[in-house]
Nanobody, 118 residues
Framework: QVRLVESGGGSVQPGESLTLSCVTSGFTFSNYDMAWYRQVPGKRCELVAEISAAGSSTDYGDFVKGRFTVSRDNAKNSMYLQMNSLKLDDTASYYC???????????WGQGTQVTVSS
């Protein structure tokens, strides 16, 4: 049974930081590129960051602009998103997923809510 469980969200002020975690099971994590997405109610999923299966290559949405860092630990079947210098516009539900499976970003679960407010 495939599971992807996000955690680490919260309510912060602009300029603060959060680290999100995605713990997976039920598939061979180390074989797959992974990605973080985010979604605001009423809008489409947006790619935040992507990391290759071995962790050697990363890519980010244009809005990240050096503020976020994606990483993974294949021994722990986990992926992380370090988010610094958070902005009001970063407020969203954040989800992890496998890009090649071409599923809705929220297919696997509830995601983790990030709220940035002053």
């Amino acid at each position: 049974q495939v599971r992807l469980v996000e955690s680490g969200g919260g309510s912060v002020q602009p300029g603060e930081s959060l680290t999100l975690s995605c713990v997976t099971s039920g598939f061979t994590f180390s074989n797959y590129d992974m990605a973080w997405y985010r979604q605001v109610p009423g809008k489409r999923c947006e790619l935040v960051a992507e990391i290759s299966a071995a962790g050697s290559s990363t890519d980010y949405g244009d809005f990240v602009k050096g503020r976020f860092t994606v990483s993974r630990d294949n021994a722990k079947n986990s992926m992380y998103l370090q988010m610094n210098s958070l902005k009001l516009d970063d407020t969203a539900s954040y989800y992890c997923n496998v890009p090649s499976w071409r599923l809705r970003c929220d297919y696997w679960g509830q995601g983790t809510q990030v709220t940035v407010s002053s």
